[in-house]
């Protein structure tokens, strides 16, 4: 019996061993969202492992940057590609941010880095000059676009990847806080979703004097001592840019000159639209993902409701949130068993209709116009005696740095009133009140009037009788968008004065 029942107790403990084998979970294919790996392993670099990922990633932005031909905002050019364009060949336009100093000039200066390069080698061609604006980074609509937004989005997504998160094999303290500080100094509200994740790493730290003497207060120092020098060469004096910035957008909420929307409007209207089909599945991914990424969701949130207490707002702002959302994009489409597939078909098709249409159709007059400019420049022997007037929204079009070449040219501007007085008009508000008064009475002399107008189609009706009396006859008109609202036209006009006809008839 007693032979029989080790027999038994060794047959049942081999089942009970076999059974554990048998429960050995297998590993799944994808790592993206698995438990970290042991420490053990080879620890990830920036370019990661899957270097045909990467490479099919790089190959897609430079087809990215060609399928970009339309304007988003005015500060895409006019912070920095004008900007540098005058640091580097002496004729630009800068804004009111410059004689301010709201800005500083260590972004636009990457530019005109490239721009000296070209002008010392012969190349500063308007095509080449284009090419400062092509190369650019990340989502479809934005990345390939020269705004202080966009750096900051990429350099915010460099240092989340050196962030000490739970599982990371590539935190690095000092260079995420690195990458924050130049954030920083380039656009000052970079540092807005980056509070609670500085918080946190400062919280979780048991060497908290040393995160601060020896990582924190030395990268500060040597980032902003850099700004300030480079601030220094080209205003001709000392000036902390950052606090300047901050304390019009921020403190003194002057932005509101340039339009103002309801509190609400980021979690109504901005959030959603930045996020467009992905809304789903990130509401989905949130209730999915582990509890290390819950600071990411904060992140979100408090970036979201620090912006919704200033009064201007845009959908470019929150653009550096954008990549923390498409982590619970993730955990969502992970998770879809059946409709795994429609899921990322419906995903594929729904943004890249709206991305080729945002980026080849809509708002693309602006530059095409200006191209158009550009070209007469170079094609016309009467260009010495050109000049053009820009009759739209103040900085609906760039400038020189488009251009690439001195002609006259001057635009409707709209300067915000920093000396408190009520009821402020800016010129281009003026003009709009009655637009054929203001040009009777601003080019009361024939000799002052401009050889080419730009106006968009909907000032036409408006101000034909000016046109008509001045000897202004159409010459090219391009398309802008299928949605005019306001002063935006849905076609851009150029006028040119027939000087020659006009002495003909007389």
């Known amino acids: 019996m007693e032979q029989e029942g080790g027999n038994g107790r060794l047959f049942f403990r081999g ?15 994808s790592t993206l969202y698995l438990s970290p790996p042991n420490s053990s392993e080879r620890s990830g670099d920036l370019l990661g492992e899957n270097i045909y990922l990467v490479l099919f990633t790089i190959a897609l932005r430079i087809c990215n940057c060609f399928l970009v031909q339309t304007s988003f905002v005015p500060d895409e050019y006019w912070q920095s590609l004008e900007v540098a364009h005058h640091m580097v060949f002496n004729y630009g336009y800068l804004t009111w941010e410059w004689t301010e100093r709201l800005r500083g000039y260590t972004y636009p200066l990457i530019f005109a880095s490239i721009y000296k390069i070209l002008h010392l080698l012969g190349k500063d061609s308007v095509q080449l000059l284009f090419f400062c604006q092509l190369c650019s980074w990340f ?36 260079k995420y806080s690195s990458l924050v500080a130049l954030a920083f100094i380039i656009r000052p509200t970079a540092v807005i979703p980056w509070i609670p994740l500085v918080f946190r790493h400062f919280w979780q730290e048991q060497k908290k004097l040393d995160l601060i003497l020896y990582q924190f207060l030395p990268i500060g120092f040597i980032t902003l001592s850099l700004s300030l020098i480079i601030d220094r060469v080209f205003f001709g004096q000392w000036t902390l840019v950052q606090y300047n910035f901050l304390k019009f957008n921020v403190l003194q909420n002057l932005g509101t000159f340039y339009g103002s929307h309801p509190w609400h409007w980021y979690f109504s209207q901005g959030f959603p639209a930045v996020l467009g089909t992905h809304l789903p599945f990130f509401i989905h991914g949130c209730f999915l993902a582990p509890k290390r990424y819950r600071i990411l969701l904060v992140t979100v949130l408090w970036t979201l409701l620090v912006y919704s207490m200033l009064s201007h707002k845009e959908f470019r702002f929150i653009y ?19 409709w795994k597939k429609p899921a990322l078909s419906f995903l594929f098709l729904s943004n890249m209709l709206l991305a080729f249409y945002t980026g080849l159709v809509h708002q693309r007059g602006t530059l095409d116009v200006m191209t158009h400019i550009q070209e007469l420049c170079y094609n016309n022997p009467n260009i010495s005696s050109a ?56 080019f009361h002399n024939d000799s002052t009037l401009p050889t080419h107008l730009i106006i968009f189609s909907i000032l036409e009706e408006e101000i034909s009788a000016f046109l008509i009396s001045s000897s202004y006859e159409r010459t090219a008109v391009f398309f802008h968008t299928h949605l005019p609202e306001g002063r935006t036209g849905s076609h851009i006009y150029v006028y040119e004065r027939k000087l020659k006809r006009k002495l003909n008839r007389s």
């Not at 103040?394 to 040219?409: F, K, N």
């Open 139 to 174: 989502t479809w609509y934005c990345c390939t676009r020269t705004l202080t937004n966009t750096m900051e989005t990429v350099l915010t997504i460099i240092a989340l990847f050196y962030y000490p998160l739970e599982g990371s094999k590539s935190m690095n303290s000092v």
């Open 320 to 338: 550096p949130v954008l990549p923390f959302c498409m982590v619970f994009c993730g955990y969502s489409l992970n998770h879809l068993k059946t």
């Open 387 to 442: 000049s053009v007037f820009i009759m739209m929204p103040c900085h609906s079009t760039p400038y020189y740095s488009h251009v690439h070449y001195p002609l006259p040219m001057r635009f409707l501007q709209c300067p915000p009133d920093l000396t408190g007085k009520s009821q402020y008009l800016d010129e281009a508000d003026i003009f709009y009140l009655n637009p054929l008064n203001w040009l009777y009475r601003e």
């Open 15 to 29: 089942l009970q061993n076999r059974s554990h084998e048998k429960m050995k979970l297998r590993k799944r294919k």
